[in-house]
């Protein structure tokens, strides 16, 4: 696995409206680069929600029909900058791109099986039709950065309300409460 620059301090940017297109055009590069293997793909995370302020990576979610199938294609991933980033998860392959050696892309594989019931993407869907939680949200990323809270700390600083929202979330569609944080 490449090493990849840790981030050394976390801060957060205003919506950057170019945000989405930077993420239209990873996808498309990765699914000219891999022709096939991804079943879907989406922009996720707060860059994914307009007038949210965020960390200015651009996060990914991918279907696969089985992790296996990714791993045959790292070579092609690695020509676009996505490099193997292990985080603990085993439910889930992690590709980090760095533009000039710092982060500016993450890349979540998962299998299309578990692609529904993501946390990632029914979070974020609910923070795109809920502006007043998506606020709550964003004020507490900026309480955190005041605090100068350390780097591995940020996410998990953010846990109880990410739970609280991802829960509400997932009740309105029908689904059962899962940690938001996947067992590592």
Partial sequence: MTAVPELSSVHVVEYDPDWPRRAAS???????????????????????????????VIDLMAA???????????????GLGFHPHDNGMNDRLLYVRADGGVR????HVVTLGSWPNRNQ???????????????????????????????????????????ELTDRA?????????PVWEKQ
């Fill in 121 to 163: 993407r029914i979070f974020r869907d609910y923070l795109r039709g809920h502006p007043e939680d998506a606020a709550r949200y964003a004020q507490l990323k900026r309480a955190i950065i005041a605090a100068g809270t350390a780097p591995g700390e940020y996410a998990r600083a953010k846990t109880a309300l990410v739970q």
């Fill in 26 to 56: 990873a996808i498309d590069a990765l699914r000219r680069a891999a022709p096939g293997l991804f079943v879907a793909i989406e922009h996720i995370g707060s860059t994914a929600v307009p007038g949210l302020v965020a960390k200015p």
């Fill in 64 to 78: 696969v029909p089985d992790l296996s199938h990714a791993r045959r294609h790292q070579a092609a991933l690695a």
């Fill in 104 to 107: 500016s892309h993450i890349l």
């Fill in 170 to 178: 997932r009740a309105q569609l029908g689904l059962p409460p899962e």
